[in-house]
Antibody, heavy 118, light 111 residues
């Protein structure tokens, strides 16, 4: 069965960096675009970034553009999110999700919590 | 401020029916399919409805979706206490380079 497992979250000071990982299994990872979506405490879902199946194309929400970098290693079935210059407003649970037809996520990981605080 | 607009909360008694609305514009709902996600307390979102009115395998037919113009609706019949969750509508927005847009979420309380 499809499994997505995020890791790498934690407490980090403002201005610092953190890298999240999403390990995929149960499907052919290299066939699918992958997304990061976040959810601030008590808030709704916010799309963060997407990477194409082959890693050639990526897009970002304006709120993270220039600070976050999405990448993937298809040989390791893993998606990444490098987060630099972190701000308090980046505090959230970060989910990775598998893309289905471009407009929806059909499988989501359990999420990893990132807390940006001094 | 979410791109799509949902009511913050709805409630109904067990066994009853409830609907949740999702309003957008021509750049998102008006010209794209709508999905609905269920997020039970403390868990990740789960795809509930896709392509406006289709259910993934394993989703009971108590859940239904519809779309008209720039609005969509999620319907749940035969409410159960286990349906208490946050529900989000989502779609694609043609104004963006790529990526998904969501509603702010609706908290369903089964009284």
């Amino acid at each position: 069965q499809v499994q997505l497992v995020e890791s790498g979250g934690g407490v980090v000071q403002p201005g610092k960096s953190l890298r999240l990982s999403c390990a995929a299994s149960g499907f052919t990872f290299s066939d699918y675009a992958m997304h990061w979506v976040r959810q601030a405490p008590g808030k709704g879902l916010e799309w963060v970034a997407v990477m194409s199946f082959d890693g050639r194309n990526n897009y970002y929400a304006d709120s993270v553009k220039g600070r976050f970098t999405i990448s993937r290693d298809n040989s390791k079935n893993t998606l990444y999110l490098q987060m630099n210059s972190l701000r308090a407003e980046d505090t959230a649970v970060y989910y990775c999700a598998r893309d289905w037809d471009g407009d929806k996520g059909d499988h989501w990981g359990q999420g990893t919590l990132v807390t940006v605080s001094s | 401020q979410s791109v799509l607009t949902q009511p913050p909360s709805v409630s109904a008694a067990p066994g009853q029916k409830v609907t949740i609305s999702c309003s957008g514009s021509s750049s998102n709902i008006g010209n794209n399919y709508v999905s609905w996600y269920q997020q039970l307390p403390g868990t990740a979102p789960k795809l509930l409805i896709y392509d406006n009115n289709k259910r993934p395998s394993g989703i009971p037919d108590r859940f239904s979706g519809s779309k008209s113009g720039t609005s969509a609706t999620l319907g749940i019949t035969g409410l159960q206490t286990g349906d208490e969750a946050d529900y989000y509508c989502g779609t694609w927005d043609n104004r963006l380079s790529a990526g998904w847009v969501f509603g702010g979420g609706t908290k369903l309380t089964v009284l």
